[in-house]
């Protein structure tokens, strides 16, 4: 096997040019001292930090932004001066938090501005210094330096409130001018082009920052911060002068709820951004008090004020503040907000969110003010989603893919995708009102399959429920990190919010609960499940993702995934037997959490159950002994799930409020129960199903061909025999069914690649596949703490240079980051654990470019695979290839051809025509934004250059074709044998128009390095 040349350093070499080593050195300390003025401490360890990391910048140039020196050198500065900062401040020590706020303060926005960086720059490339570094973090900040630096919780409150910026500019545009329009003019009299550089539209924005700093400082979600931002457009709405007021209180966009005294502000409000009244009553009278205390006006009575801007609005309930927008009185607020933020920030500030209404900042990048920050950050493009359907443009975010039972949740017809803040809001509803209104423990329906087990473990199941929520969802720890205020109110605050969340996923974890036991019961013609209810680390995978449901609809930044698995004991691998059936048994689910579900599952599948700790490798070690010695020589083998008493005891809980246990019952381990005789076919059903049915179509037909174990056999003693019989243990048919999934999950990322590769030949699919299924089976080792993509991508080369295409491994990564699932830390960042015995070499663990692995790890260990399949040509290996043969994979099942993968299944949209649509596959992107064929083609809810909505689009270009055709045709809709045209005929037919005969890009390749 010919290997290939892998990336190497272009420019500097610190290893043989003191000079230049010193120069890199000489910039960071002028960067820190000058510009900086970092006291001793800090100074003294961002040096050693850069000391010990500066070879970052000539190991692999490529694989920092654009890839030059100059680029790389201010990444490597920024990256090690905020993580010095962000683990000084978590030390706890009060001293070296003091030094850090000395002078101006030490603030991401100065370190970003120092080394001239954005944050969509800085938070995309982190990943790569948190993997690269992390060993001499760890050295110096202990082992939970990771959790303590927080950079995914500042990235995810940085998407927040740039949604949050941007949702509040389209709002004030909508609502009013930036001038003065007393004059009588309809339209702004200095220009059309809107200017949000005004005091009022300062002032909104200043004033919600202070409603964060002072009472939603630890409650950072999405849902309440824009339940904040709805107040403050309240108070701008009731204190505006009329002149500057764009909308008529008449229209009903926006004004939909009046009563005889005119507009009801807070009801109509509500309806526009499905929030609940009381709520925004409650979040008004924050603001209100904020008011008061801050800007120290008197808070009088609405109804009995007499203010133009109240004229026509019901004053019921209303606060008014008089003379708080008039000019003298404006200037003097603008300046305390102004003040009052700067403590904040000077306190214990990260982000200064005050960039986000400058236009003119270069900190936000360039993907703020189109609003693809998100898809930014993770490095995708993401033209088209490929989970979408033409149904998602025309019906609400709350239906479910299937049609909804009687009584379900269904919302208003909605033309256009949902944004963000609506998305959220939305989904906030479901749970508000489905959900909130549920009681809070076993419905009498529930009770009576808890009661019906060989003993009544009820009081179990809410003991457990209460203690491993109160573990998520904590009452009180979160009160030392308030930024100002009084710490009292902000735990008070804090705790009604955790109690809020707590009782949510309570409520929806007993619901869905008793939906699987019903489904269970009906068809086992049983109600006693005491395999399925007595079982510790399923009822705790239920309660983990009821928790992340909860979080993922708030949008909750302060604990993002998989927080829920560590503070529930569970792994990545016990979670991913449960996602489906949940989402099966929840009718209701709106379609957001869905997919929140879905992507769940695909990370947990692609690398976090090849993480170490996960409880994959207990099962392996049992279903596959010859990988145990390489499971115990990595210490990759989970720890043992901790008691709910340690985790009370750990948590500081009281088991007064808590149901009492039988003395019978404290030290029975759910684990140790045998497999019973039965089969569950709730699980045959469900949760071994394919876990990307709903994320990605094409899987839609995909069934396992094994029988699958009842839901107990995954959670059992991995020992324990197999209620399937055959004489396997639960975790050799659990491992065996988890393959399963992995191997589905890859053929349709192999389709994909493929798709994107045109022209490659089809057999090259089938090898790729192939090989992908040998080495997971054959070379199971090479999955370890890795990601199966890394894995895709060295079949895909290897299959190439097999069957002699010119294919090189610049051409494959350039069509792997136009994957929906691409991250760039994948063909950056491999694993490996090279032998201590190699001479000459860099030994140990170390993390090497997608070239340098497939070079020294992959080539060696799936050489002799690579070599039976160029043997056996272009013929079907499934018949000839057998899984265990290998020693070191005993019995495993045989290879299986590659699937049958439908094109995404078309829908029907018409109850009366025969009309049909379906996603757009990305294989056909790229054609239908050509240059040469985009003018023929308009996406609805984006507008075109000539006109003005996506109604007066379509308009227009229906009008146009009927205008110009010179011979009229209609299509036959109504037509019995009408056909639906293949997506081959498309593809070719849009590749004849554009005037392409092939879709190889880029000229051949002399060296190669992995795409930055």
Known sequence: MEDISSSTAVSIDLQSDG??????????????????????????????????????????????????????????????????????????????????????????????????????????????????????????????????????????????????????????????????????????????????????????????????????????????????????????????????????????????????????????????????????????????????????????????????????????????????????????????LEKDYNEALHQNGDLDERIFIDEDDSLLGSGIASGSTSDNLTGTKRKFDPISSPARMMTSPLSPFRSPPPGSLSGAVSRMAPTPVTAAMTTAKWLRTVVSPLVPNPSPKLGRFLASCDRDVTNEVVRRALIILEAIFPSSALGERCLTGNLQTTNLMDNIWAEQRRLEALKLYYRVLEAMCTAEAQILHVANLTSLLTNERFHRCMLACSAELVLATHKTVTMLFPAVLERTGITAFDLSKVIEGFVRHEDSLPRELRRHLNSLEERLLESMVWEKGSSLYNSLTVARPGLSAEISRLGLLAEPMPSLDAIAIHMNLSSAGLPPIPPSQKHESSAERPCTEYRSVLVERNSFTSPVKDRLLALTNLKSKLPPPALQSAFASPTRPSPGGGGETCAETGIDIFFGKINKLAAVRVNGMIERLQQLQQHIREDVYSLFQQVLIQRTSLFFNRHIDQILLCCLYGIAKISKVELTFREIIYNYRKQPQCKPHVFRSVYVDRPTTRHNARTGRDHVDIIAFYNEIFVPAAKPLLAEISSAGTSTKADQVSGGKSGQCPASPKVSPFPSLPDMSPKKISAVHNVYVSPLRTSKVDALVSHASKSYYACVGESTHAYQSPSKDLAAINNRLNGNRKAKMSLAFDGADVGLVSDSIVANSLNLQNGNHTTSTGAPLKTEQPES
């Open 19 to 336: 000079g230049q080593n010193d120069a890199i050195e000489v910039r960071f300390m002028a960067l820190c001292k000058s510009a900086l003025s970092l006291e001793e401490n800090a100074y003294a360890q961002a040096i050693k930090i850069f000391k010990e990391t500066k070879y970052l910048t000539s190991s692999n140039t490529s694989a920092v932004g654009s890839g030059t020196p100059e680029e790389i050198e201010r990444f490597l500065s920024a990256f090690v001066l905020y993580s010095v900062k962000r683990l000084l401040e978590s030390t706890g020590d009060k001293e070296h938090r003091e030094q850090l706020s000395h002078d101006n303060g030490l603030t991401l926005c100065r370190i970003l501005r120092s080394v001239k960086l954005n944050f969509l720059d800085f938070f995309k490339e982190l990943p790569q210094f948190v993997v690269k570094a992390g060993p001499v973090l760890c050295n110096l900040y202990g082992a939970d330096w990771e959790k303590r630096l927080e950079a995914k919780e500042s990235q995810a409150n940085f998407v927040n409130l740039s949604t949050l910026s941007r949702h509040y500019k389209r709002a004030y545009q909508e609502l009013f001018w930036a001038n003065d329009t007393s004059g009588g003019d309809k339209e702004p009299p200095v220009s059309s082009t809107m200017s949000f550089s005004s005091d009022f539209y300062r002032f909104g924005w200043l004033l919600f920052l202070s409603l964060r700093v002072h009472a939603l400082s630890h409650v950072k979600d999405l849902v309440t911060s824009i339940n904040g931002l709805i107040s403050v457009l309240a108070i701008l709405i009731m204190h505006l002068p009329v002149q500057f007021r764009k909308l008529s209180l008449k229209d009903e966009g926006w004004f939909a709820k009046r009563g005889e005294k005119g507009v009801h502000l807070l009801a109509s409000l509500c309806q526009k951004y499905d929030t609940s009244e009381d709520v925004l009553k409650q979040m008004m009278e924050k603001t209100n008090s904020l008011i008061a205390e801050i800007l120290k006006v008197q808070p009088q009575v609405a109804s009995e004020c007499e203010s133009e801007s109240l004229i026509d609005i019901d004053t019921e309930g209303l606060i008014y503040y008089k003379g708080l927008m008039e000019e003298s009185c404006l200037k003097t607020s603008l300046n305390t």
